[in-house]
Structure formats: C-alpha cells, structure tokens
C-alpha cells in the first residue's frame, strides 16, 4: 500500500486509507450502480477538499479562538497548547466531515443501484416476451436470450450483454444467470431466473413456462399500480400536512407571540407608569419571558418542519413505491420547500397581524 501512495494523485491517495475489504465493497457498488469510473479518485478529490477547508475554517474560526487561550502562557506552553489545539480542532472537523460524505457517498450508491434495479424489474416482462417469441421461432435457448436483447431493455440489456460474454468465456449459463441475480436485491429477478433455471435443469417446455412467467408478471404489475393508485390519497394527505398546513399552522402561532408581546410590552409599560398596587401585581403577568421569545420560536419551528418534512418524503416514497431507498432528492426540497412557505407566510402575515395592534 505504501508503494502505491502518492499524495498528488488522488486515485491513490484516496485509496491508501481504505481497507481491502472496504474497497471490494466499494468497487462492488460502484460497478452495480452503473457508474463509470474509479470510486478512489472521487474520495482522493474529497480528502483534497476536506484539507483545503479544513485550513480555511481554521484560520478564520479557530485560530482566533486558540489565540485567545494561550496569549498568556509562556512561549514553550504556548507552541504546545497551540500544537494540541490545532490538531485536535483539526482532526475532528476532518473525521466529522469524512463521516458526512461517507453517508452522502453510500446513499447515493444505494439509491442509484435501487434505480436500476427497479428500472430491470420494470423490463423483464417485455424482455421474456421477446424471448418467448424466438424460442417458438426455433431459435435455443441461449440463441433467445441474446436476440432478445434490445437497446430499450437499458440496465437488463447490459446485464445480459455481461452474461454472454461469460457464458462466452466458458461459464456455464446457470450460473452467469444467478451471478447477475445476485448483483441485485431483487426477489422479483431472483424468482424469475431461478424458475428459469430450474426449468433448463429439468428439461420442460420451457417457452411455455416463460410463457406463464411473463403474464404472471404482468398480473403482478398490474395488482402493483392499483396499490399505488388506492395509496395516492394518503400520500397526498401527508404532503399537504406537512407541506403547507404544518407551516402555516406554524406561521399563525409565531403570529400569535409576535402579537402577545407587543400587548405584554404596551400593558407592561402602561402598569409601570401607574404607581398603585393593583399595577405592581399585574405587572407580575409578563408576556416578555424567555418562554415566549420569538427568536427561540421560529428557530424551534424551522427545526420541526425539516424533520416532518424528511419524515414524510420517506412515508410518501414507501407509500409510493415500497422501498425508502427511491427517495431521493425528497429528503432534500421536501425541508426546503416546508421552511420557505413557513417564512412567506410569516412575512407575509406579520404585517397583517402587526395592524390588530392598537396604538
């Protein structure tokens, strides 16, 4: 590993701080996930990022901050202390943001082969009817599995392509096909191409039952989109809660302080003015408390709507689809879009609230 270093090039230098175990994980979820390319030489581009931010921030934020503690300890205890702190602001501004893209890195490989997967489910009907047709053609099997393939077929037509060029190789078609279904958490493709399978080994018919397979198949798919469609009501009832009643709700509430505060204050300052007892005890009733500091509020309530709203892109993609993993941007503008209508309204509403005040 250490000949193999080198820190100005990145597809080594990401490398070298990976495990070997590690690494064949990545490759595998790379290659299954389609993408082209070295995963090492995006991580080495990340660590180039990470340092070069890491001395930024520092230097802007930090470095003030440590200046501050040791400006009056002797110059030996000062190098040190200096010493400590830089490393240990260092390392755990880099290890948090390493943690953070390592996340990022991994759900976008689970969402991009949870894609494909789908994608090759979606065409495996229309591929097996293609397959059916030229094995009542005369065509073999083997024959029929390579004809069949068109460049619509997309993820499935590349996996076949791969299977013949095993099969090509020397391995056997069985076990070409089960390699390719394992790639993919599907129980759907595994099904499919182990009846298939079990179908050659036993020496049926087997244009028949790839026959029954496909309109099984499409049975499936249909049952599959009338779930979806009994479904959308309740997916449509999540995202208008979360999406638009939630922030206005929200809104009316900060409404609501913005307005009792400016009566607390004009009572307040009213009963201030009265130097009588009865002032003095409801002067004890103040609306100014840090319990109803708006700042806190609006904070509190940007903080709810983002999580409501990962919460719910999560419910609607298992609502939608079954699977969480296809959620995608949702995670991302499903907060964006929450905590920017709660800011339209309230800007929206504060100068109307703001006129019920009497002078």
Do not use: C
């Not at 790839?210 to 009994?230: A, C, F, P, W, Y």
């Amino acid at each position: 590993m250490l000949k193999e270093f080198s820190i100005v090039d990145p597809e080594s230098f990401g490398k070298a701080f990976l495990s070997e175990r590690t690494r064949l994980n990545l490759e595998r979820k790379f290659s299954v996930a389609g993408l082209k390319g070295s995963p090492y030489k995006l991580i080495g581009y990340y660590f180039y990022f990470l340092i070069f931010l890491t001395i930024i921030v520092y230097f802007l934020k930090f470095f003030p901050k440590i200046m501050g503690k040791i400006i009056s300890y002797t110059a030996f205890k000062a190098v040190l202390l200096m010493f400590f702190y830089t490393v240990l602001y260092s390392s755990l501004f880099i290890l948090l943001f390493l943690f953070i893209g390592w996340i990022i890195l991994n759900y976008y490989l689970s969402y991009k082969i949870t894609l494909r997967t789908r994608q090759a489910e979606n065409i495996l009907e229309d591929y097996l009817r293609y397959v059916v047709e030229n094995l009542k053609g005369g065509l073999s099997f083997e024959k029929a599995l390579w004809s069949s393939i068109k460049p619509d077929f997309g993820v499935l037509a590349e996996e076949i392509h791969l299977v013949t060029k095993k099969v090509m190789t020397g391995t056997d078609l069985d076990v070409a096909l089960k390699e390719f279904t394992e790639k993919y958490d599907s129980p759907l493709l595994k099904r499919s191409f182990d009846i298939i399978i079990e179908s050659l080994r036993g020496g049926g018919s087997i244009s028949d039952i790839i026959e029954d397979l496909t309109n099984e198949l499409s049975n499936m798919k249909e049952l599959k989109q009338e779930l979806v469609t009994t479904n959308l009501s309740y997916s449509i009832f999540v995202n208008a809660v979360v999406l638009v009643i939630t922030p206005f709700l929200f809104s009316l509430s900060t409404q609501f302080i913005l307005v009792l505060n400016k009566i607390g204050e004009k009572v307040g300052s009213s009963l201030s003015n009265q130097n009588t007892s009865v002032g003095q005890g409801l002067n004890f009733f103040s609306f100014s408390g840090a319990a109803l500091d708006i700042a806190t509020f609006k904070k509190f309530s940007i903080a709810v709507l983002a999580v409501n709203a990962i919460g719910a892109a999560f419910l609607t993609t298992i609502i939608n689809s079954g699977d969480w993993k296809e959620v995608g941007l949702k995670i991302i503008y499903y907060p964006i879009i929450s905590i920017i209508l709660y800011l339209l309204i309230t800007k929206v509403a504060s100068s109307f609230f703001i006129n019920l005040i009497p002078v």
